[in-house]
Nanobody, 116 residues
Framework: QVHLVESGGGLVQPGGSLRLSCAAS????????MNWYRQTPGKERELVAY????????NVANSVKGRFTISRDNAKNTVYLQMSNLKPEDTAVYYC?????????WGQGTQVTVSS
């Protein structure tokens, strides 16, 4: 059974940093690309960042380019999202995602709030 467990969210002031973690289990982690999404109330879930199975290819949304970095540790079955220079518009619930057998798997999400 696939489990994705996010952690690391919280309240941070504008300009601050957070590192989100997603611990994965129940599937062969190193075989799959991983994603981070975020969602605010009333809006669709937005793709924030992607990393390939071996971590050699990454991509981030234009809205976070230069501020967010995605990485992974296949030995720990964990994917990370390093967020810097956070802005109030980054406030959202952040979700870890893997697409396995054409089915999207999601964690429970972690709340990030950027506010002074």
């Amino acid at each position: 059974q696939v489990h994705l467990v996010e952690s690391g969210g919280g309240l941070v002031q504008p300009g601050g940093s957070l590192r989100l973690s997603c611990a994965a289990s129940g599937f062969i982690f190193w075989r799959y690309g991983m994603n981070w999404y975020r969602q605010t109330p009333g809006k669709e879930r937005e793709l924030v960042a992607y990393i390939s199975s071996e971590g050699t290819n990454t991509n981030v949304a234009n809205s976070v380019k230069g501020r967010f970095t995605i990485s992974r540790d296949n030995a720990k079955n964990t994917v990370y999202l390093q967020m810097s220079n956070l802005k109030p518009e980054d406030t959202a619930v952040y979700y870890c995602n893997a697409r396995i057998s054409n089915i999207n798997k999601w964690g429970q999400g972690t709340q990030v709030t950027v506010s002074s």
